[in-house]
């Protein structure tokens, strides 16, 4: 089982409110990522990391931002929410190995703002 | 246009049926994975594919890459409720900073 978490799992709020959504994993991974996911839909990389003080974006354009102090937290924030931020939020991390790597993901964070 | 696409998109099937959902792309990759997401969960993967014409088998589950690596297929033999699930392939892309690439998934329902 992935010891990778995230907080909170459900998340409903209003429109302009700032939020950061927790993600850790215990598992001393280098490589984390954000994807976000529409029910029952494709995963898209918004966010990724390859370490500490490392960031970037990934394939979709996202209006929130991420940091990376510690090795085992990446947590993503928005700063102004809106309605089109309404989604699933699936936190990943995987091992440092070139090649076939598992990622491991956490139960993600669903997100209604309203 | 998606890089890995998946068909059918949805699936409802008794139990008991078998099932085959496929994963294609015009390009080759390295290696392929698949990973079962069950709803209000993240995925997990089920396995990883790395040689061309390769078949792994998971209890009912049968996984096969493409002689040529550019797509592949899962079987489920006798279908239980507890497959029930969004399955997706992933590929690592070297062209996107060797990130995983997921398809667009399968959705599948089995009805006792």
């Known amino acids: 089982e992935a010891d990778i978490y995230q907080t909170p799992r459900y998340l409903v709020i209003g429109t302009g409110k700032k939020i950061t959504l927790e993600c850790s994993q215990t598992?001393?991974?280098?490589?984390m990522y954000w994807y976000q996911q529409d029910p029952g839909m494709e995963l898209h990389l918004i966010h990724y990391?390859?370490?500490?003080?490392?960031?970037e974006k990934g394939d979709l354009s996202s209006e929130s931002t991420v940091s990376r102090i510690r090795t085992e937290h990446f947590p993503l924030t928005l700063e102004s929410a809106r309605p089109s931020h309404t989604s699933q939020y699936l936190c990943?991390?995987?091992?440092?190995?070139?090649?076939?790597?598992?990622?491991?993901f956490g139960p993600g964070t669903r997100l209604t703002v309203l | 246009t998606q890089l890995l696409e998946q068909s059918p998109q949805f699936l409802s099937i008794q139990e008991g049926e078998n099932l085959t959902v496929y994963c294609n792309s015009s390009?080759?990759?390295?290696?392929l994975q698949w990973y079962r997401q069950e709803p209000g969960e993240g995925p997990v993967l089920l396995v990883t594919?790395?040689?061309?014409?390769e078949v792994k088998k998971l209890k009912r589950l049968t996984f096969q890459f493409g002689d040529a690596r550019k797509d592949s297929s899962l079987h489920i033999t006798a279908a239980q409720p507890g497959d029930t699930g969004l399955y997706l392939c992933?590929?690592?892309?070297?062209?996107?900073?060797?990130?995983?690439?997921f398809g667009g998934g399968t959705r599948l329902m089995v009805k006792p």
């Open positions: 992933a590929a690592w892309n070297n062209n996107a900073g060797n990130m995983l690439t």
């Open positions: 990943a991390s995987s091992p440092d190995r070139e090649a076939y790597n598992e990622q491991f």
């Open positions: 390009s080759v990759f390295s290696s």
């Open positions: 594919v790395v040689t061309g014409g």
């Open positions: 598992m001393g991974h280098d490589k």
């Open positions: 990391s390859y370490g500490v003080n490392s960031t």
